[in-house]
């Protein structure tokens, strides 16, 4: 288990293989980036099914279940462990509806994606299901302890 050395609230973010593939990493990144919270994780993995249904493990009754575990299975995500005081939330509020049709525009979902199955990115649900996503996606060793310079203005 990555255990965070500070209380800090983190989010477990994933930027989806549509993502990738359609070479939005980089516009992804940078909205957490400026919005001012700390990267202490980030890989590019090609991930195996039986982690993508654990990740997913509350939906697997959904019809859809085996539709999105192929679709996340698909090509390379990128994995990141963002930090900062309320960040599961704010996360949620960058990346916007679930669905892209009805995602504001300014939203990553509302700008950049058009449908529910190929909606370019995972942002954690709540605080808990960050800490236990990171833990999933992240071995020991894999996530960085540093202090970002804008970490005293968000205080
Ligand atoms: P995520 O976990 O990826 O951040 O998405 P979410 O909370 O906004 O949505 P959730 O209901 O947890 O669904 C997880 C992902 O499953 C796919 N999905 N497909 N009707 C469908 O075909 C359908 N509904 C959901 C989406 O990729 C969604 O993000």
């Known amino acids: 288990i990555v255990a965070s050395s500070s209380e800090v609230e983190q989010s477990y973010i994933m930027i989806k ?3 990738v593939q359609r070479g939005l990493v980089g516009e992804i990144i940078s909205r957490f980036e400026k919005k001012g919270f700390v ?3 980030l890989k ?3 991930c195996p099914k039986d982690l993508a249904q654990e990740h997913y493990k509350d939906l697997k009754e959904k019809p859809f279940f085996p539709k999105l575990i192929d679709y996340i299975t698909s090509g390379p995500v990128v994995c990141m462990a ?3 005081d309320g960040v599961v939330a704010s996360a949620r ?3 916007g509806a679930t669905n892209p049709l009805q995602a504001e525009p300014g939203t990553i979902r509302g ?3 058009v449908q529910t199955g190929r909606n370019v990115v995972h942002g ?3 605080p808990e299901n960050g800490s236990r996503e990171i833990a999933l996606w992240f071995k020991e060793g894999e996530l960085c302890q540093w202090e970002s ?3 005293p203005w968000l205080i």
Do not use: M, N, R, Y
Request: glycine fraction near 12%; avoid cysteine; aromatic fraction near 8%.
């Open 17 to 19: 293989p549509d993502g």
């Open 39 to 41: 990267l202490k994780g």
């Open 44 to 46: 590019l993995f090609h």
């Open 82 to 84: 963002w930090e900062g």
């Open 93 to 95: 509020k960058l990346i």
């Open 111 to 113: 700008d950049l994606a």
């Open 124 to 126: 954690s649900d709540s």
């Open 149 to 151: 310079v804008q970490t």
